[in-house]
């Protein structure tokens, strides 16, 4: 009782937090860097930079982390082999702005549905990240296993897709090698991996992100000239004369397996996060379906007294089959509407989940949609969001399972 009568209220509150083990704060990674680098006066690319990889949180660590900035030479000083750098992002193309830009200053990409990666030669050996700062080596050993063969002091950002012909397989093949410990060859048969090599971010052990897109495109081109096609290859790029150029561009993409595009200044740096101006992804428009709501459970943290991750089914003859589950996409006002209907239409409580009257229809999008045995639809799709509330639309004309089949190809 001593500790609480010697406190003021902000550090008894502060002490029953640390007490009751709810003394969590949540920032993001951007908000941490950029009250480090205002505190010890540390340009936030290079803290990002020192964040990179695995590290131990020690007092030692948070010493050279916020050690004074060396002055750059080129050459790479890194805590460890394996350390990547931050990744260069897309911002979303704004075409009213971008129509008045010069087109020849300009380059276009496919933007593919995989897995955004670094892949370190380093050190007699490779290291493979993706952009979630996983270490996915061990997922793609043909892909690390070719990189060995080039020398030092390489790091390479691309694309790692399962891939067979001249396409992409779908993004359920790559799912079936993350998170294995030990990848076998019946799985590395059936699931080519194929890293596309986007960038070149240093060569002979010294930074190129400072440099031009151009000249680092021409050192990735040097040093992938006998690249083994099975399992690297270099993106391709596209030109264009006009924003019509581009869009005819775009609306080529899901031949090629692609989502869309990423357009690039020729002239660029590689920097840290998304920074506009540089870089723009211009994806094409998503696949989508009209489901039915059927399920509905509560959120989480500011949302977990509302019911916000909704399921959503599809038309199989005369029975509603779940096929997606989806909880973006729909404003605080329609997010406080619908929870109290859910809340009235209840018909069974199964734990958190409730089913609900099948009555309300959305348009469910997505980025993709493929084949699996493991859902009773018989489908899978990724990243499916709300696109909005067909109030106008009554549940009998939802789309079936046939109309999901035909997005694939299977019916005519």
Same mark, same amino acid.
């Given at each position: 009782?001593?500790?609480?009568? #010697?406190?003021?209220?902000?550090?008894?509150?502060?002490?029953?937090?640390?007490?009751? @083990?709810?003394?969590?704060?949540?920032?993001?990674?951007?908000?941490?860097?950029?009250?480090?680098?205002?505190?010890?006066?540390?340009?936030?690319?290079?803290?990002? !930079?020192?964040?990179?990889?695995?590290?131990?949180?020690?007092?030692?660590?948070?010493?050279?982390?916020?050690?004074?900035?060396?002055?750059?030479?080129?050459?790479?000083?890194?805590? #460890?082999?394996?350390?990547?750098?931050?990744?260069?992002?897309?911002?979303?193309?704004?075409?009213?702005?971008?129509?008045?830009?010069?087109?020849?200053?300009?380059?276009?990409?496919?933007?593919?549905?995989?897995?955004?990666?670094?892949?370190?030669?380093?050190?007699?050996?490779?290291?493979?990240?993706?952009? @979630?700062?996983?270490?996915?080596?061990?997922?793609?050993?043909?892909?690390?296993?070719?990189?060995?063969?080039?020398?030092?002091?390489?790091?390479?950002?691309?694309?790692?897709?399962?891939?067979?012909? +001249?396409?992409?397989?779908?993004?359920?093949?790559?799912?079936?090698?993350?998170?294995?410990?030990?990848?076998?060859?019946?799985?590395?048969?059936?699931?080519?991996? !194929?890293?596309?090599?986007? +960038?070149?971010?240093? !060569?002979?052990?010294?930074?190129?992100?400072?440099?031009?897109?151009?000249?680092?495109?021409?050192?990735?081109?040097?040093?992938?000239?006998?690249? +083994?096609?099975?399992?690297?290859?270099?993106?391709?790029?596209?030109?264009?004369?006009?924003?019509?150029?581009?869009?005819?561009?775009?609306?080529?993409?899901?031949? !090629?397996?692609?989502?869309?595009?990423?357009?690039?200044?020729? +002239?660029?740096?590689?920097?840290?996060?998304?920074?506009?101006?540089?870089?723009?992804?211009?994806?094409?428009?998503?696949?989508?379906?009209?489901?039915?709501?059927?399920?509905?459970?509560?959120?989480? @943290?500011?949302?977990?007294?509302?019911?916000?991750?909704?399921?959503?089914?599809?038309?199989?003859?005369? &029975?509603?089959?779940?096929?997606?589950?989806?909880? #973006?996409?729909?404003?605080?006002?329609?997010?406080?509407?619908?929870?109290?209907?859910?809340?009235?239409?209840?018909?069974?409580?199964?734990?958190?989940?409730?089913?609900?009257?099948?009555?309300?229809?959305?348009?469910?999008?997505?980025?993709?949609?493929?084949?699996?045995?493991?859902?009773?639809?018989?489908?899978?799709?990724?990243?499916?969001?709300?696109?909005?509330?067909?109030?106008?639309?009554?549940?009998? &004309?939802?789309?079936?399972?046939?109309?999901?089949?035909?997005?694939? @190809?299977?019916?005519?």
């Amino acid at each position: 009782m001593s500790w609480w009568l #010697s406190l003021n209220p902000q550090e008894v509150f502060v002490l029953n937090k640390v007490l009751t @083990g709810a003394f969590r704060v949540g920032v993001s990674d951007k908000l941490v860097i950029k009250g480090l680098s205002a505190a010890h006066h540390i340009p936030e690319p290079v803290l990002a !930079h020192r964040l990179m990889g695995t590290f131990d949180p020690t007092v030692e660590f948070y010493t050279q982390l916020i050690q004074p900035e060396e002055p750059r030479t080129g050459a790479v000083s890194a805590r #460890s082999p394996s350390q990547p750098y931050p990744f260069f992002l897309a911002s979303q193309l704004e075409e009213d702005r971008f129509a008045d830009e010069e087109f020849s200053r300009w380059q276009a990409e496919w933007k593919w549905d995989g897995i955004r990666a670094q892949v370190i030669r380093r050190a007699r050996e490779v290291f493979i990240w993706s952009r @979630g700062e996983d270490l996915i080596t061990e997922q793609f050993p043909e892909i690390a296993a070719y990189f060995l063969t080039l020398p030092d002091g390489l790091v390479f950002d691309g694309e790692i897709l399962c891939w067979q012909g +001249d396409r992409p397989l779908n993004f359920n093949c790559l799912q079936k090698r993350l998170g294995r410990k030990r990848v076998t060859p019946k799985i590395m048969q059936e699931n080519p991996a !194929h890293f596309i090599a986007y +960038d070149l971010l240093e !060569h002979n052990g010294l930074d190129l992100r400072e440099q031009t897109l151009r000249d680092r495109r021409q050192l990735l081109i040097d040093t992938l000239h006998n690249a +083994d096609a099975r399992f690297v290859s270099l993106s391709k790029t596209l030109s264009f004369a006009s924003m019509q150029d581009l869009r005819s561009r775009r609306e080529q993409s899901r031949e !090629h397996g692609a989502e869309g595009l990423v357009i690039k200044a020729i +002239d660029s740096p590689y920097l840290v996060g998304r920074k506009r101006g540089y870089w723009w992804k211009y994806k094409v428009d998503p696949m989508s379906l009209d489901a039915v709501l059927i399920y509905a459970q509560a959120g989480s @943290g500011k949302r977990a007294n509302l019911f916000t991750d909704y399921t959503f089914a599809l038309w199989k003859g005369d &029975e509603l089959v779940p096929f997606a589950k989806a909880y #973006s996409g729909l404003d605080n006002k329609e997010i406080d509407e619908l929870d109290k209907w859910i809340r009235k239409h209840t018909i069974e409580k199964f734990g958190p989940v409730r089913s609900v009257e099948p009555i309300h229809v959305f348009e469910i999008g997505f980025e993709g949609i493929s084949q699996s045995n493991r859902h009773k639809s018989g489908i899978a799709v990724r990243f499916p969001r709300i696109l909005r509330w067909r109030t106008d639309k009554p549940m009998q &004309e939802a789309d079936t399972i046939e109309s999901a089949l035909k997005l694939l @190809g299977i019916v005519g």
